[in-house]
C-alpha cells in the first residue's frame, strides 16, 4: 500500500506539473522539470523520513551512520531544500523571470497538495488498515451512488461547476455512503488484521499486524436514553444496545465525506475550467487522469489524520520507545554537563560559596513572599 501510495503521489505529482507547463508554452524554459523532479525528491526525503523515524527509529538507531541520519534528519532536509533553492536563482533568465517565478510557485502547491496528503494516507495506513480502507471506500461509495441516484432521479442542478451533479444524486449519495460505512465498519472490526496499528517486530524481523484490539474495536454496551425505553419495552427489547464504538466514529467520517468530500471534486472542476481542460490526464480510458479519481481522496485522507490526532490519540510502544530512547540521550548530555559543574564547583571554593548564598537568598525570598516569615534562614558567614 506504502508503494502503490508513492506511485499514485508520483503520476498526480505529473499530471499537476505537464499542466502548469502546457500553459506556458515555452520548451525551453531552463531547468523547470529537473527542478520540479528535484523538489518532489526532497519533500518527500524530509517527510518519510520523519515516518522512518517515527516506525522504525528502534532499529536505525542501531546503525551508527543511519542515527546520524535521524539525529540530523530536518537539518539535512533543510540543506537539501536550499540547494535546490540555490539551483532555481542561479536558473533565473531575464525574459522569462516572471513565468519561472510563477512555475516556482505552481511547483510548491503541487507539492502541498500532492506529498502532503500522500504522506498523512501512510500516516493513517500505519495507525491501522480500517483507517485506511473505510475512507476510501466511503468516497468511492459516494462517488457511485451519487451518480446513480442523480441519474435516476436527478432533477435539482447543485452547483454551478458541475451542472450535472444534483441536489437528488447529493443527498442520495449521503444517505448510502453513511449505511455502506456502518456496514464496512462493522464487517472490518471484527478483524485484527485490519485493527491493529502497524509496526515493526524485532522477534519477526519484519512489519507485524498483531496486537489486542483497543476498546474502539470491541464490543461495548450502551444505555438507550430514556424517552426510548417505552418503545423498547414496548416491543419486549433490552434497554442497551451493544456494538463496536468504530462505528460512532465511522458515522463522523461518513458525514465527511458525503457532504464536504464532493467539494474536492468541485475544486477539481474549477481547477480545470479555470485553465480550460477537460482531465488531468488520460491514463483512465474514459475517466482521465490519476488525479481526477483521487480529487477527494485527498481531502479525505486530511480529514482523516486531524480526525485520528484530534480525538483517538493512539500511541503505539513503537513510538513511546522512540520517544524514551531520545529522552535518555537528552539526558546523558545533561548529567554530563551536570557532573562537570559540580567538579567547576569543587575546583573553586569560592565560586561555590557565592552559589550557596545566592541560594539561600532566593529561598529566604521566597519564603517571606508566600506569608512565611516565621522561618528563618542563617546566612554563611564563611
Same mark, same amino acid.
Do not use: W
Given at each position: 500500500l506504502i508503494f502503490q501510495t508513492l506511485v499514485v503521489q !508520483?503520476?498526480?505529482?505529473?499530471? +499537476? +506539473?505537464? +499542466?502548469? #507547463?502546457? !500553459?506556458?508554452r515555452i520548451h525551453g524554459l531552463p531547468w523547470f522539470r529537473s527542478l520540479s523532479w528535484y523538489f518532489l525528491v526532497t519533500s518527500n526525503y524530509f517527510f518519510y523520513g520523519e515516518s522512518? !523515524?517515527? #516506525?522504525?527509529? !528502534?532499529?536505525?538507531? &542501531?546503525t551508527d551512520y543511519? &542515527?546520524?541520519l535521524i539525529t540530523y534528519h530536518r537539518f539535512f532536509s533543510f540543506c537539501l531544500y536550499i540547494v535546490g533553492f540555490v539551483w532555481f536563482v542561479l536558473s533565473l533568465v531575464k525574459k522569462y523571470y516572471m513565468k519561472q517565478f510563477s512555475l516556482f510557485a505552481w511547483t510548491?502547491?503541487?507539492l502541498l497538495i500532492v506529498v502532503t496528503q500522500s504522506y498523512l494516507i501512510i500516516q493513517n495506513i500505519f495507525e491501522g488498515l480500517i483507517w485506511f480502507i473505510v475512507p476510501v471506500s466511503m468516497i468511492v461509495c459516494n462517488d457511485v451512488m451519487a451518480y446513480v441516484f442523480g441519474?435516476?432521479?436527478? &432533477?435539482?442542478?447543485?452547483?454551478?461547476? /458541475? *451542472?450535472?451533479?444534483t441536489w437528488e444524486g447529493f443527498i442520495g449519495g449521503g444517505i448510502s455512503t453513511v449505511i455502506f460505512g456502518l456496514v464496512v465498519s462493522y464487517v472490518l472490526c471484527q478483524y485484527r488484521y485490519f485493527v491493529c *496499528?502497524?509496526?515493526? /517486530?524485532?522477534?519477526?524481523?519484519?512489519?507485524?499486524?498483531?496486537?489486542? *484490539? /483497543? /476498546?474502539?474495536f470491541r464490543p461495548q454496551e450502551y444505555m438507550l436514553r430514556e424517552s426510548l425505553s417505552?418503545?423498547?419495552?414496548?416491543?419486549?427489547?433490552?434497554?442497551? +444496545?451493544?456494538m463496536y464504538p468504530f462505528l460512532l466514529h465511522s458515522l463522523a467520517l461518513s458525514l465527511f465525506s458525503s457532504v464536504i468530500g464532493p467539494f474536492g471534486g468541485f475544486f477539481a472542476s474549477g481547477f480545470k475550467r479555470a485553465f480550460k481542460i477537460k482531465d488531468f490526464g488520460d491514463v483512465i480510458p474514459g475517466h482521465g487522469g490519476i488525479m481526477d479519481r483521487f480529487d477527494c481522496q485527498y481531502l479525505m485522507a486530511t480529514y482523516v489524520n486531524v480526525y485520528i490526532s484530534s480525538f483517538i490519540h493512539t500511541a503505539s510502544p513503537q513510538k513511546l520507545l522512540q520517544q524514551f530512547l531520545f529522552l535518555r540521550s537528552k539526558l546523558a548530555v545533561y548529567h554530563i554537563y551536570f557532573v562537570d559543574y559540580i567538579k567547576y564547583l569543587n575546583a573553586h571554593p569560592f565560586f561555590l560559596n557565592v552559589h550557596i548564598k545566592e541560594k539561600r537568598g532566593a529561598m529566604a525570598g521566597a519564603y517571606v513572599s508566600h506569608g512565611r516569615s516565621d522561618v528563618r534562614l542563617e546566612r554563611s558567614t564563611d
Open positions: !508520483v503520476k498526480c505529482f505529473e499530471e +499537476i +506539473i505537464n +499542466i502548469g #507547463y502546457a !500553459v506556458y522512518l !523515524v517515527d #516506525y522504525f527509529g !528502534v532499529v536505525i538507531n &542501531r543511519l &542515527r546520524a510548491h502547491v503541487a441519474f435516476f432521479f436527478g &432533477r435539482t442542478p447543485l452547483i454551478q461547476l /458541475s *451542472p450535472k451533479k *496499528p502497524i509496526e515493526y /517486530s524485532e522477534t519477526l524481523g519484519g512489519m507485524t499486524m498483531d496486537c489486542e *484490539p /483497543s /476498546s474502539l417505552g418503545i423498547t419495552h414496548l416491543f419486549g427489547m433490552k434497554n442497551t +444496545i451493544t
